[in-house]
Nanobody, 119 residues
């Protein structure tokens, strides 16, 4: 069974930096695209960054210069570094990974570490 375990999050002061990590474990043959989403109360999840198995990472225009996504294929991990944390960054952050296990590839979600701080 595939699991995504996230770490990081917590209280971050405005202007501070934050790093979230996500590790895939279990039985699988391939990991494809790895992503970070975030969700505000009462709203849909929004993409923060994504990184394919090869090639450069992708950032929505609103996130460019504010976050850095990186992955280590040999360790099956993806991390998200947030720079210059702003009050509006307080949300629940989820990693999302496309993984091929015993069947066809499917999308898995982490449990979502919460990033909080003074508004």
């Amino acid at each position: 069974q595939v699991q995504l375990v996230e770490s990081g999050g917590g209280l971050v002061q405005p202007g501070g930096s934050l790093k979230l990590s996500c590790a895939a474990s279990g039985s699988f043959s391939s990991i494809y695209t790895m992503r970070w989403y975030r969700q505000f109360p009462g709203r849909q999840r929004e993409l923060v960054a994504s990184h394919g198995y090869v090639g450069p990472p992708y950032y929505p225009d609103s996130k460019k210069g504010r976050v850095i996504i990186s992955r280590k294929n040999d360790k099956n991990t993806v991390s998200l570094q947030m720079i210059d944390r702003k009050p509006e960054d307080a949300a629940v952050y989820y990693c999302n990974v496309d993984i091929k296990g015993s069947e066809n590839a499917r999308s898995y979600w982490g449990q979502g570490p919460k990033v909080t701080g003074p508004s």
